[in-house]
């Protein structure tokens, strides 16, 4: 699953209603809400609340930017609203209305290829999507206490804490399978079945004795019964209200990293672990004169260990639009927590600044759970999702919490932890996160946060900004049409597909030496489209000569040389009147590859494709804020499986290196863009492997070993189109070796493979 159109939640709506599903420009809707301070000031306690509305029938890298997002309603403050539903009503209305069908709208665009210009539009909203708090004013379930979870209800595994005064949620083990050894032995076995997700049906089961649209609340958490039920078709979908993965992230990473560096060591949480019987090394000792003392705990960092984790945090360097500049926040003199970071920033901290910063910090088996929450938040924030993994990661999912258990004291499992075990479940109903978490709200809200300029009416500049900026939308859409060289659409829609390269700077100009002369002329005609016959010519020819043996035939030699005498000899034998038809022929634009590019070519330092901006490494080197020299690309070549094998195999190579050279080469009728780069050696096997697997689970390569450049059957250069963009993170423990981390844009995470995805 790669989009929300190929989730098991759309193929249900399809099934259910396929009149629906006959016309594709019937809508699907998803609705997402959060509170807002229209002031910018973190004290403020003003809360407005826009609601809007994300369409998934465009491309989801449009359906996140601020010209297509649907403001639908602004609930206004200061204070929170405590019934949602009075202002939900008149949206209900209109999605009610839409779901019976809009008649007379105009289509401009499909009618092109058979489709009515003028039809009856309908929409279906799918789901809503919200924070934790959000969710329950929404949905009307209670996000806090004994039932604190939807998904589970009344089987959610809870225990009071006397000593830290609130319910934590813990016994994962119960979401295991009953045979697995995760759930103990003997006596101190969990025999208790896995919790059964409730369905809707259950749910108008358990309402009852409604009473002005309320009710007591019973064991079942459920508080209220929502005004969203109105729509006709909401009792009939799969999944209703989302989990927001992006809220739920950022709250774990700072609940681990408090604990981490004991902010919330004390005296409560120490006896909560004695009251759970649990972690007995930590327990409060009592000492000859009556007072108490807390032993070292293992899951919290000395200050020399806090020092060196802001220390090794504060070295990475992210390329150009990954994150923001943690350096800021964690200074070298630093032993505290900053408390000033946002969502994305515990974002890259999970996936990528912890496991690779945290080896030899730790006790093992917290550096273990900690590794494979990274694994599960990389799985489950990852643009592709295979179907098969789905159960193997629903267990993996409750293994990790357990492991988190052993390791981490009660006052560390609430219900953002406990919420983690249904991410997977969600995944398998609605497909990658990437359409359903907020990060897309989070940036629209900046955005009407900046339209305020009546600070006495904040919505109503908000309302006025949101109108404003869709008359401007609109006309830049226009004349867009009218003028097709016009970038005021390309600004706002940001497209994802192939963004043409743009080079930085002037460029010098230098000669290029004859082993480079080779090498460029060698790998443009071995990777051009015009040579594919030729190629395919080449390998039939050897493989009849070769006869009946197995052996693959050898790569083409000496390529250069060997197309220029193909073309004096296919001239020869033309003007003596042999029959050349068998051999493939040469044109005018194959001629000019032939003949090779000039002596002398234009070196720049920076450019940016497909919206990632490349450096070269000398300048890299000089400590910038960003990095944006590492490159990695997937080539196919023949190799033996051993020393003694004659027999050659073919198959796919991963390789990284660094960026050294942007070269912009001149074949006098046209210009070529390379990059030369210095790649690494990827080894797998034999005894002395370069690229392997780290204990984190991100793959590490030996920076060391460096391929020669010097031959002519050496190739540094490639197209940028080969290559994607990736950076470095020097291990802590061995300086000859870096992770490398693969890097894909926010605006083309829906194109092309993701190597991160593998676990």
């Known amino acids: 699953m790669r989009l929300v159109a190929d989730s098991p939640a759309v193929a249900h709506i399809e099934e259910s209603w396929p009149e629906f599903a006959r016309d594709p420009r019937h809508v699907r809707l998803g609705l997402a809400s959060d509170g807002v301070s229209p002031y910018s000031i973190k004290s403020s306690t003003y809360s407005t609340w826009p609601v809007a509305l994300m369409n998934y029938n465009i491309p989801p890298w449009l359906a996140t930017k601020k010209g297509f997002i649907i403001l639908a309603l602004i609930i206004p403050g200061p204070k929170q609203t405590t019934?949602?539903?009075v202002f939900l009503q008149p949206l209900v209305e209109e999605l009610s209305q839409l779901w019976q069908g809009v008649s007379d709208v105009f289509d401009g665009r499909t009618h092109r290829i058979g489709r009515d210009r003028w039809f009856t539009l309908r929409g279906i909203m799918m789901w809503t999507m919200h924070d934790y708090p959000g969710y329950g004013i929404?949905?009307?379930?209670?996000?806090?206490?004994?039932?604190?979870?939807?998904?589970?209800?009344?089987?959610?595994?809870?225990?009071?804490?006397?000593?830290?005064?609130?319910?934590?949620?813990?016994?994962?083990?119960?979401?295991?399978?009953?045979?697995?050894?995760?759930?103990?032995?003997?006596?101190?076995?969990?025999?208790?079945?896995?919790?059964?997700?409730?369905?809707?049906d259950w749910w108008e089961n358990t309402w009852m004795d409604v009473q002005d649209g309320r009710r007591q609340q019973d064991e079942s958490g459920l508080r209220r019964w929502s005004i969203l039920h109105q729509l006709p078709y909401w009792k009939h979908l799969q999944i209703h209200h989302l989990l927001d993965p992006m809220?739920?992230?950022?709250?774990?990473?700072?609940?681990?990293?408090?604990?981490?560096?004991?902010?919330?060591?004390?005296?409560?949480?120490?006896?909560?672990?004695?009251?759970?019987?649990?972690?007995?090394?930590?327990?409060?000792?009592?000492?000859?004169d009556g007072s108490e003392t807390m032993p070292s705990?293992?899951?919290?960092?000395?200050?020399?260990?806090?020092?060196?984790?802001?220390?090794?945090?504060?070295?990475?360097?992210?390329?150009?639009?990954?994150?923001?500049?943690?350096?800021?926040?964690?200074?070298?003199?630093?032993?505290?927590?900053?408390?000033?970071?946002?969502?994305?920033?515990?974002?890259?901290?999970?996936q990528h600044a912890l496991p690779t910063c945290l080896h030899g910090l730790a006790t093992p088996q917290l550096r273990e759970a900690v590794y494979d929450l990274s694994k599960l938040m990389r799985w489950v924030c990852s643009k592709e999702i295979h179907v098969s993994e789905i159960p193997q990661m629903e267990i993996f999912a409750a293994e990790t919490l357990v492991k988190l258990e052993?390791?981490?004291?009660?006052?560390?499992?609430?219900?953002?932890?406990?919420?983690?075990?249904?991410?997977?479940?969600?995944?398998?109903?609605?497909?990658?996160?990437?359409?359903?978490?907020?990060?897309?709200?989070?940036?629209?809200?900046?955005?009407?946060?900046?339209?305020?300029?009546?600070?006495?009416?904040?919505?109503?500049?908000?309302?006025?900004?949101?109108?404003?900026?869709?008359?401007?939308?609109?006309?830049?859409?226009?004349?867009?049409?009218?003028?097709?060289?016009?970038?005021?659409?390309?600004?706002?829609?940001?497209?994802?597909?192939?963004?043409?390269?743009?080079?930085?700077?002037?460029?010098?100009?230098?000669?290029?030496?004859?082993?480079?002369?080779?090498?460029?002329?060698?790998?443009?005609?071995?990777?051009?489209?015009?040579?594919?016959?030729?190629?395919?010519?080449?390998?039939?020819?050897?493989?009849?000569?070769?006869?009946?043996?197995?052996r693959r035939p050898a790569p083409f030699p000496h390529l250069r040389e060997y197309m220029r005498n193909m073309q004096v000899q296919l001239v020869?034998?033309?003007?003596?009147?042999?029959?050349i038809s068998q051999y493939p022929s040469i044109d005018?634009?194959?001629?000019?590859?032939?003949?090779?590019?000039?002596?002398?070519?234009?070196?720049?330092?920076?450019?940016?494709?497909?919206?990632r901006h490349f450096r070269v490494r000398h300048l890299d080197d000089k400590k910038l804020r960003t990095a944006d020299c590492g490159v990695m690309g997937t080539w196919t070549q023949d190799f033996r499986s051993s020393g003694h094998d004659q027999n050659l195999e073919r198959a796919s190579m991963a390789y990284y290196g660094r960026l050294e050279e942007i070269l912009e080469v001149d074949f006098?009728?046209?210009?070529?863009?390379?990059?030369?780069?210095?790649?690494?050696?990827?080894?797998?096997?034999?005894?002395?492997?370069?690229?392997?697997?780290?204990?984190?689970?991100?793959?590490?390569?030996?920076?060391?070993?460096?391929?020669?450049?010097?031959?002519?059957?050496?190739?540094?250069?490639?197209?940028?189109?080969?290559?994607?963009?990736?950076?470095?993170?020097?291990?802590?423990?061995?300086?000859?070796?870096?992770?490398?981390?693969?890097?894909?844009?926010?605006?083309?995470?829906f194109v092309g493979s993701d190597s991160s995805a593998t676990i």
């Open 138 to 200: 929404v949905s009307g379930f209670q996000t806090k206490g004994y039932c604190a979870c939807p998904t589970c209800a009344v089987d959610l595994p809870y225990s009071w804490s006397y000593q830290l005064r609130k319910v934590v949620y813990m016994e994962f083990s119960t979401f295991l399978p009953l045979d697995h050894p995760f759930r103990g032995v003997g006596e101190d076995r969990n025999l208790d079945p896995p919790p059964v997700a409730r369905t809707m």
């Open 588 to 611: 005018e634009d194959l001629r000019i590859l032939i003949r090779g590019p000039t002596t002398t070519a234009t070196s720049y330092n920076q450019c940016w494709h497909n919206g």
């Open 297 to 350: 705990a293992p899951w919290v960092l000395r200050k020399e260990e806090r020092k060196v984790l802001c220390q090794r945090i504060s070295k990475i360097r992210f390329p150009t639009g990954f994150g923001s500049y943690l350096r800021k926040a964690f200074k070298t003199d630093k032993t505290t927590w900053p408390s000033d970071l946002k969502s994305h920033d515990f974002h890259i901290l999970l």
């Open 247 to 288: 809220h739920i992230e950022a709250n774990v990473v700072k609940s681990l990293i408090k604990h981490l560096f004991g902010e919330k060591d004390n005296v409560r949480s120490r006896r909560a672990c004695e009251e759970f019987n649990v972690h007995p090394d930590t327990w409060m000792q009592i000492n000859e």
């Open 83 to 85: 019934n949602f539903d």
């Open 406 to 550: 052993r390791v981490l004291p009660p006052s560390f499992f609430d219900s953002q932890i406990h919420l983690l075990v249904h991410l997977v479940r969600e995944i398998s109903i609605c497909g990658p996160v990437h359409s359903r978490w907020m990060y897309w709200l989070e940036r629209y809200m900046k955005v009407i946060k900046d339209d305020v300029r009546q600070r006495a009416r904040p919505e109503g500049s908000m309302a006025e900004g949101h109108l404003h900026r869709e008359a401007m939308f609109f006309c830049s859409t226009i004349l867009a049409q009218i003028d097709p060289t016009s970038p005021l659409l390309f600004q706002e829609a940001d497209d994802a597909a192939e963004i043409p390269l743009k080079l930085i700077g002037a460029g010098t100009r230098r000669p290029l030496s004859l082993t480079e002369l080779d090498q460029i002329h060698n790998f443009v005609l071995h990777n051009s489209v015009l040579m594919e016959s030729w190629i395919e010519w080449y390998e039939e020819e050897k493989r009849t000569a070769a006869g009946s043996s197995r």
């Open 572 to 579: 020869e034998k033309e003007a003596a009147g042999e029959d």
């Open 668 to 749: 006098l009728d046209f210009t070529q863009v390379l990059f030369s780069c210095r790649w690494y050696r990827s080894q797998i096997r034999g005894p002395r492997p370069t690229l392997q697997m780290d204990e984190s689970g991100i793959q590490r390569i030996k920076t060391t070993q460096i391929l020669p450049v010097g031959r002519l059957s050496d190739e540094p250069f490639c197209y940028p189109s080969l290559v994607e963009q990736c950076f470095y993170v020097e291990c802590s423990h061995d300086v000859d070796w870096s992770l490398v981390i693969p890097y894909i844009p926010r605006e083309r995470q």
